[in-house]
């Protein structure tokens, strides 16, 4: 069992969920090792098939060779970020009401969002100006590999309007699609539905949520991951 996950559990029910009064002590800290136990398998899963997915796009993107041991820790990290992201964003994060949260427990998922940010950071978009560098950047796929744009709060926010009852992790993958669309102009569904007498409009929106939507499926199911 992870400990830094129990301390996530613990601390999000004790301070944002609440935990139910009528729980004893003992109670209360069997819960937070069984339900810390829970997320870190679901973690583990995760990671393993992710941490694949990570490394076989790094190899094909190097041209089937391997990477070294500090690219591969660094690869791994980034697996076991993604995997901690989505499994805790909906499986615990999901479950605080918002307008419960204080300035306080905000500003510790915060921290905890800051730091994930941190260890996927080591595989941001390359710079340079060499054509291995802007084919990456312009990749209309890099959304799914290793090297990506993370999604601006602008694009989270957008995401959550046009798709409130999906889940983390198709949310979360939906958030780089979005994103890597805006880099390259592509059409994205407007979060304010156009009047009834712009039909273009309309369809256009339409045509781009329901393209949108057919790719993240699509990459959850190729990762075995739920889509609802």
Do not use: C
């Amino acid at each position: 069992m992870n400990e830094a996950i129990q301390q996530i559990v613990e601390r999000v029910w004790v301070n944002q969920i609440g935990v139910p009064p009528e729980w004893s002590d003992q109670e209360a800290a069997e819960f937070f090792q069984t339900e810390a136990d829970r997320l870190s398998e679901m973690i583990g899963q995760l990671q393993i098939e992710t941490q694949h997915a990570v490394i076989r796009e790094w190899r094909a993107a190097h041209h089937g060779a391997e990477p070294d041991y500090l690219t591969q820790v660094g690869l791994i990290n980034t697996a076991r970020a993604q995997a901690e992201e989505i499994v805790l964003s909906q499986e615990l994060y999901e479950q605080v009401p918002e307008e419960d949260l204080t300035a306080q427990e905000q500003a510790a998922q915060e921290e905890w969002e800051a730091e994930v940010r941190e260890r996927e950071s080591y595989f941001q978009l390359p710079q340079g100006d060499d054509p291995e560098s802007v084919r990456r950047r312009t990749d209309p796929d890099r959304w799914r590999g290793v090297w990506r744009t993370e999604a601006s709060e602008e694009t989270e926010e957008a995401v959550k309007t046009v798709w409130p009852e999906n889940n983390a992790a198709f949310r979360f993958w939906m958030d780089l699609l979005w994103q890597s669309r805006i880099e390259d102009g592509k059409p994205v569904p407007v979060t304010t539905p156009p009047p009834a007498t712009q039909l273009r409009a309309r369809r256009a929106s339409k045509g781009a949520r329901e393209e949108m939507e057919q790719l993240v499926l699509a990459e959850l199911h190729r990762q075995h991951l739920p889509a609802r």
